[in-house]
């Protein structure tokens, strides 16, 4: 049997949305051999033409709003881990939390992004009311939660009092690796259980990992394209591993925009609809990484509408970008970003285009 080439598995990628596991290690092994700059290059550009038909030139924009960096967990990688003493803690009020949003919305946005560490103070009892609040005050606006792990029943609540979406990034999707990331308190099958029952509820679900994590093979990445094939999510935030100076992986080595970039092409060649951010973290890591990562096939971008006086405090990783300026200067920033690279930003929720029945967007 001939030798499978890396080029040749992309185009099989491309066309068919899927790979055998052992091809999926072997295209990341010649990425990071041998073709690296080569191969992104293709695999981006058949990214943007798979990208075409669904979203054109489109860029989405969430409005994230961080609630709070008080969390129970103590995941080694996470700079707002319970353990660190160090971390400056806050939590917004719902009132401070829907003046956010108001903000936004007379900026423009129409999705917006409620991200916080596992805050027990946050309640559905908290939350429900607030979710009620912001949907009815703007009711063609979507609501996104990336509140960690909960019940599924109060999954099911927050979805009847008015979240759209839920964001919950699984980090890796092998069990191995996820101990070795994580303490004993948490597992990875309640992290799976918990993204089927978001599924199961009927929100839009985001899943996702990092890039460069300590530990991590090349293994572990063919299988964390598996997995996205396989629970074929509607969003995937993926973004290089950064440290922070107060973990226990303070004197790790950050993860590649470069790979970060090329695996975000293969996603989109995998699911051709997917909402994928080109995240902070890559702009963090680069001046122009999410440029470089819209120009891989991204096509969300989700700027800051926390109050400044906190947006330092939210430090999951060291050098975090955008912490200073005002929401009004981050979207005339992004949007001239976007418009040097033939991109445009757009004033709208940025559903999942349905897979069948997308029209070509001139």
Do not use: W
Request: hydrophobic share 40%.
């Amino acid at each position: 049997m001939e030798k499978k080439t890396a080029f040749g598995l992309i185009d099989e990628l491309s066309l068919k949305h899927t790979l055998s596991l052992s091809d999926y290690a072997v295209l990341l092994e010649q990425f990071l051999s041998e073709s690296g700059a080569e191969l992104a290059a293709y695999a981006g550009r058949l990214a943007v033409k798979a990208r075409e038909p669904y979203y054109g030139k489109k860029v989405f924009i969430r409005g994230l709003i961080e609630i709070s960096s008080i969390c129970k967990n103590n995941c080694l990688y996470c700079g707002i881990r319970a353990g660190n003493a160090h971390a400056e803690r806050y939590r917004l009020s719902p009132e401070e939390i829907f003046c956010c949003a108001q903000e936004g919305y007379a900026l423009g946005f129409r999705t917006f992004v409620l991200q916080g560490g596992e805050d027990v103070f946050f309640t559905d009892e908290v939350l429900c009311p607030l979710l009620r609040r912001i949907k009815s005050a703007f009711p063609d606006c979507a609501l996104t939660l990336s509140l960690g792990e909960r019940s599924k029943e109060s999954f099911e609540r927050l979805f009847d009092a008015g979240a759209d979406r839920y964001l919950l990034r699984h980090e890796t999707a092998t069990e191995n690796h996820y101990k070795l990331l994580h303490p004993d308190s948490m597992s990875f099958s309640n992290r799976m259980q918990c993204l089927h029952n978001l599924r199961k509820t009927g929100y839009a679900v985001g899943a996702g990992f990092m890039v460069g994590s300590p530990f991590q093979t090349v293994q572990n990445l063919a299988a964390e394209l598996k997995f996205i094939e396989t629970f074929s999510p509607e969003m995937c935030g993926i973004g290089p591993f950064i440290p922070h100076k107060d973990t226990p992986f303070a004197d790790r080595s950050a993860g590649s925009v470069d790979l970060t970039c090329f695996l975000l092409s293969l996603i989109r060649l995998i699911k051709p609809n997917i909402l994928l951010p080109a995240t902070t973290a890559l702009g963090t890591l680069s001046p122009d990484g999410r440029e470089k990562g819209i120009e891989s096939g991204a096509n969300v971008i989700m700027p800051n509408l926390s109050p400044v006086a906190v947006r330092k405090k939210y430090s999951l990783y060291d050098g975090k970008i955008c912490t200073g300026e005002e929401s009004a200067q981050c979207v005339a920033c992004i949007s001239r970003r976007m418009e040097s690279i033939g991109y445009k930003v757009v004033i709208d929720r940025g559903d999942v285009a349905e897979l069948g029945i997308a029209q070509r967007i001139s």
